[in-house]
């Protein structure tokens, strides 16, 4: 007959106290219960039963065993004490006395602070040799109540004492039988709940560190369900098991340096656990059970088949305190990077200070914090060029990468047994600074002006506008705001606090450069203002009246992010002149045509990139605007922007652009004679990121292209030569992507944007100053400005008249908010009436 592993002593019939007696009475449970994954028997098996309390005085007690034991575990608290007035440690409170059957005794003296303790105790007080009857625990995964939202993010918490704590004595005589224990006061009073004897060759709470365990799911429909609520889940009874987390899937085809898509599915899945050699460990699948298996079988090696649905298998190999150093393959200097690492089974391993998965691997809107980056499947960490933490024995994945004029360095090391040291290189193929291009993300939310720095200066960034702005009922960024730049020692890298001002239906702008806040920043309710928020001012009321107005008069830049939309009011500040540049953010036909519809009416609109960065799935910089600053000027903030308001600017998603026409620069506008002419035009793009075709593009059209990719080490290379006939006023941009310009490859970053690139226009004038129109569009935007007058007058919500003083102080709101857009109507009208066209 197999002896059970672990017998509780029933103790019912020397119980003396009630349950109420005790302190936190309401945390305690009597009869069978299992602590640890341990059973024990506290009092009588009825509801109300007592346990055995002692006080000086009180006559000894005991409790025949009759029988063997490797431990004897004691669920006991300390019920009086004198340690929180300044009292001494270590006072005996207790002595269990063990008389074995061959009359031998071992006398076992309780300790305040050390086996024993009070409950509950203060914080920072429990005993150093006993465990607190709740086991450590992992918080809520998927769901929670919002006042632990940033609690949240630990993960796991401290599990506590509800009413004991346990001590666990290894009995140096395992072989020979227990007669009796006997359980007497050394003075202070105690209760002991109960006491189990351990039979199994193991410490009954484990202390080992946790191990990688990969959880596979053979059965296709169980491997398919999606990670999340429902998905897998692992449980262990006599340890504990870490969430698991999905690793990468077999298919996945990575970008080196920019990650991979995200395995979504329950299966393949690896997890740590740390666990008593006789701990059963289950996984679920929708919540039932589908398969359990003992972790000595686990950590065993080789593959356990838990049950014809889920195999389990150690993938741990050891792993060793590592100091990594990333250097500058040709100066030998350390160089600001990211970095990921992985194991050969694809379990993430993150310098220390950083997390291997984000946020518990959920959504990270507004959650960017840490100084790490989530691209699909993999997870980096930004470093000054150096970091250390733990990583796995054997081969590791390394993934390093630095923006866009570094080639990433995607390769396997090894990691031997006592390897505390690695070095790794990276290869700078362009120096864009050194070509007078310095490249800046238009659109940041959420970092701080230190963080700012530290990720650009990992992707290589020379700029970031950091912006402020309302988000419903929240605002952000606010306390970042100083109205100057923050620059860093070497000056390569500039971080200015600005803000961006929103309005849901109208649209957004934001305002560079500013050296004051311009107020309201959100308008007209949510999402972007307040429940039941009024229209306070619209865009181009704002451009007009105070937004870009007060930001030029700063010496501030305006630009119209994420066109076209809110596709709103874009039409009324274009019409009226107020934008300095256009940005886009996301990829596709509609927003490319929108840019171009503009450009084809005449319109000078200077092109930048943002990435509108709110998550940590987002690297800042990822599309980012390149400003060509001439010799004569030093980079700075402010010659940052003056180059790029005149459009001497590129918009890289990872590829490099150049674009000559005729010698000219992007922004520049090329000058011909009344007849026009033929021009040389020269494009070339570099890229470290998938890039299959460069084209030239005339109003919008497609005039010439190139699949003719080179490869040039760990880059890629396509050149462009066209001579171009020019007969009328014109405008000559050039872009990159590919296999087909909207077909290009994506990021596994939160909104998948395309790898592409794009000039701003290099404009051609003939026979005069530089102007083109087009019939269409100029309906289009008086559509769109009477669309937006009608959604103020009919829609938007507002302050009964005479009831507030508005910020802009006049007495008339309504014609405040309308003003700017029968100026833009005027402007329209204007060119429509020279065309001969009726409105």
């Avoid at 995964?141 to 401290?158: I, P, S």
């Avoid at 806040?517 to 308008?523: D, E, H, L, V």
């Avoid at 001439?630 to 922007?641: I, K, Q, R, T």
């Avoid at 910020?807 to 003003?819: I, N, S, V, Y």
Wanted: net charge negative; with cysteine.
């Amino acid at each position: 007959m197999t002896t059970p592993e672990y017998i509780p002593l029933d103790l019912a019939p020397f119980a003396n106290a009630g349950l109420a007696d005790l302190p936190q009475a309401e945390r305690l449970r009597c009869g069978e219960i299992n602590l640890h994954g341990i059973p024990f028997r506290i009092g009588a098996k009825q509801e109300g039963g007592a346990v055995l309390r002692l006080t000086g005085g009180d006559a000894p007690v005991t409790v025949p065993v009759a029988t063997t034991a490797r431990y004897l575990i004691f669920a006991h608290r300390q019920i009086s004490s004198q340690l929180l007035e300044n009292g001494p440690v270590g006072v005996p409170v207790a002595h269990y006395r063990v008389r074995y059957s061959d009359g031998a005794e071992a006398l076992l003296t309780i300790r305040e602070r050390f086996e024993i303790a009070t409950v509950p105790s203060d914080w920072g007080q429990s005993p150093f040799l006993a465990l607190n009857d709740q086991p450590d625990y992992l918080l809520p995964r998927w769901e929670g109540a919002w006042g632990g939202a940033g609690e949240r993010l630990t993960d796991a918490d401290l599990g506590g004492t509800d009413a004991w704590y346990l001590w666990p004595w290894p009995n140096p005589r395992p072989e020979e039988p227990i007669a009796s224990l006997t359980i007497s006061s050394a003075g202070p009073a105690f209760a002991l709940g109960g006491i189990t004897l351990g039979h199994l060759d193991e410490e009954p709470f484990n202390r080992d560190a946790g191990r990688l365990v990969r959880v596979t799911l053979p059965q296709a429909d169980d491997a398919a369900t999606p990670h999340g609520p429902g998905g897998l889940e692992v449980s262990v009874d006599r340890g504990l098991a870490y969430y698991p987390y999905p690793l990468p899937a077999a298919d996945a085809q990575p970008i080196p340096g920019f990650g991979e898509p995200p395995n979504t599915a329950s299966s393949p899945q690896y997890l740590e656990i740390a666990a008593a050699p006789s701990a059963t460990v289950r996984v679920s699948l929708g919540g039932a059970e589908i398969g359990a298996a003992r972790w000595r079988d686990i950590e065993a090696g080789g593959l356990v088949v838990a049950s014809p649905r889920v195999h389990l298998e150690l993938i741990d190999s050891g792993r060793n305190w590592v100091r990594t150093t990333v250097l500058d393959a040709d100066s030998g200097e350390r160089v600001p990077c990211r970095v990921h690492f992985r194991s050969a089974q694809g379990v993430p391993f993150a310098p220390h200070g950083h997390h291997a998965v984000l946020n518990g691997g959920m959504d990270t809107w507004h959650v960017d914090v840490g100084g790490d980056l989530r691209m699909g499947q993999s997870t980096y960490a930004y470093i000054d060029g150096s970091c250390e933490g733990w990583l796995p024995r054997g081969e590791v994945r390394v993934d390093v990468a630095r923006g866009f004029e570094y080639e990433p360095l995607q390769t396997t090391v090894t990691i031997a047994p006592g390897q505390q040291e690695l070095t790794l290189r990276l290869k700078r193929f362009r120096d864009m600074n050194a070509e007078r291009w310095f490249s800046g993300d238009t659109h940041v939310h959420f970092l701080s002006t230190v963080g700012s720095q530290t990720e650009a200066r990992g992707e290589d960034l020379n700029v970031v506008n950091l912006l402020m702005s309302q988000w419903g009922h929240l605002f952000t960024n606010t306390e970042e705001f100083t109205g100057e730049p923050h620059v860093s020692r070497d000056g390569k890298t500039i971080v200015y606090a600005t803000q961006e001002n929103r309005q849901h239906m109208l649209g957004h702008m934001t305002l560079l450069g500013l050296t004051e806040q311009i107020a309201p920043w959100g308008s007209g309710g949510p999402s972007e203002a307040e429940l039941a928020g009024t229209l306070e001012t619209t865009m181009a009321a704002s451009t007009m009246a105070a937004w870009a107005d007060e930001a030029h008069r700063q010496g501030g830049t305006v630009i119209l992010p994420h066109l076209p939309t809110p596709n709103g009011e874009p039409a009324a500040l274009i019409a009226t002149g107020r934008v300095d540049a256009v940005e886009m953010i996301r990829f596709g036909a509609y927003m490319h045509n929108e840019y171009y519809r503009y450009l084809n009416n005449g319109y000078r609109l200077q092109l930048v990139g943002g990435t509108d960065k709110m998550s940590a799935e987002v690297p800042v910089g990822l599309y980012r605007t390149y400003v060509h600053i001439p010799d004569d000027e030093e980079f700075s903030y402010a010659s940052w922007l003056r180059n790029l308001r005149r459009g001497r600017t590129t918009l890289s998603g990872g590829p490099l652009i150049d674009l000559r026409v005729a010698g000219h620069l992007p922004g520049d506008t090329l000058a011909l004679s009344g007849n026009g002419g033929t021009v040389e035009v020269l494009a070339e793009v570099q890229s470290v990121v998938p890039v299959q075709r460069l084209e030239l593009v005339q109003q919008g059209r497609v005039i010439a292209a190139t699949d003719a990719v080179e490869q040039v080490g760990g880059h890629t290379r396509l050149r462009l030569r066209e001579n171009v006939r020019v007969d009328s006023h014109s405008w000559i941009a050039a872009r990159a992507g590919g296999p087909g310009y909207y077909d290009s490859q994506r990021y596994p970053d939160t909104w998948t944007r395309g790898i592409v690139a794009h000039t701003s226009p290099v404009y051609i004038s003939v026979g005069g100053e530089w102007d083109l129109v087009d019939p269409g569009t100029l309906t289009y935007m008086e559509t769109l400005v009477q669309g937006s007058l009608a959604f103020i007058r009919t829609r938007a919500r507002r302050h009964r008249p005479g009831t507030v003083t508005h910020r802009h102080g006049e007495a008339d709101h309504a014609a405040f908010l309308e003003r700017p857009f029968l100026e833009a109507l005027d402007a329209i009208h204007r060119r429509m009436h020279a065309l001969g066209l009726e409105h």
